[in-house]
Structure formats: structure tokens, C-alpha cells
């Protein structure tokens, strides 16, 4: 939004420097310190406070203890799969209903080339929505140039 005696060149100027500030801050934010069975670090922004990205302080202190995370990727899935797969070990799960289980969870697997659940990248949660409910700050203005 221009600003009172400011040209279209100072207000595209100021609009892109405030979004690059944003890009870069987004890029300078620290990454989530969970390494994955391949060798390799997650590296998704991390949640504020936190050591780990929303995905992996679920996987590491899931919510409910015995449901499994909404099925809406292949990583979901495959926690799902674990969840199923570790109570048939410990003898919490009859084969039957394990079997049911994973045929459910081949399914939601199989579609998902047809679901569209990825965010628009600058709207990825990097603070617990409950979390930050507790700890609103009024907003920041602009930074102006
Ligand atoms: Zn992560």
C-alpha cells in the first residue's frame, strides 16, 4: 500500500526490500535437527524454541498416543505404517486387525497422487498455532526504509 507522498518506484522498493527481508530471515531461521535413517538432516525450518520442524515434534511427542497423524503424505503414512507394525511386535495388535490396518494405510498410500494437501510454502507453521495463542504479540509494522 503506497504511502502519502511516495512515488511507485519508492513504494515497489519498499514492498520488495520488507519481502526480501522476509526471505532472508526465512532462510537465516534455524533447521530442525532430526536426521533422517538415511544419513541425511531434515532441514525444514525448525519450531521457534524447538529443535525439531512441526513434522518431526509430532513424530517425537505425538499428540494422542494411540492414533495415528492425519494420513496426508507419503511420511504420514509411512509413521502410520511404524505405529501398526511395532504394536503387532509388542503383541498390542491381533494379526487381523493389523492386517486391516495396513490395508487401509495401502490405500491412503495409493492416494496419493490424487490429494493436494502442500502448503503454499511462506504459509509452512513454524509455530505451534496452540502455542502461539498463549504468547500472541501484537503485530510488527513494516520495516521502512
Ligand atoms: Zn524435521
Same mark, same amino acid.
Given at each position: ?26 532462510? !537465516?531461521? &534455524? ?5 533422517? *535413517?538415511?544419513? *541425511?538432516?531434515?532441514?525444514? #525450518? ?15 511427542? &505425538? ?5 495415528? #497423524?492425519?494420513?496426508?503424505?507419503? !511420511?504420514?503414512?509411512?509413521?502410520? *505404517? ?10 498390542? =495388535? ?7 490396518? =495396513?490395508?487401509? =494405510?495401502?490405500?491412503?498410500?495409493? !492416494? ?9 510454502? &511462506? ?14 504479540? #501484537? &503485530?510488527?509494522?513494516?520495516?521502512? =526504509?
Amino acid at each position: 500500500m503506497p504511502k502519502k507522498n511516495e512515488t511507485p518506484a519508492q513504494t515497489i522498493n519498499r514492498v520488495l526490500s520488507g519481502s526480501l527481508a522476509r526471505v532472508e530471515a526465512a532462510h !537465516n531461521a &534455524p533447521r530442525c535437527y532430526h536426521v533422517k *535413517i538415511n544419513g *541425511i538432516r531434515c532441514g525444514s #525450518p525448525a519450531m521457534h524454541q524447538d529443535a525439531f520442524c512441526f513434522f518431526h515434534t509430532r513424530m517425537h511427542n &505425538p499428540p494422542l498416543e494411540d492414533g495415528f #497423524p492425519p494420513l496426508e503424505d507419503a !511420511n504420514a503414512i509411512q509413521v502410520a *505404517i511404524m505405529q501398526v507394525l511395532q504394536a503387532l511386535a509388542k503383541k498390542k =495388535l491381533e494379526v487381523r486387525v493389523a492386517a486391516t490396518l =495396513l490395508y487401509g =494405510l495401502q490405500t491412503a498410500s495409493s !492416494n496419493l497422487k490424487r490429494t493436494q494437501f502442500e502448503p503454499y510454502a &511462506p504459509a509452512i507453521v513454524t509455530v505451534d498455532p496452540i502455542d502461539e495463542r498463549w504468547h500472541r504479540k #501484537p &503485530p510488527e509494522s513494516e520495516p521502512s =526504509l
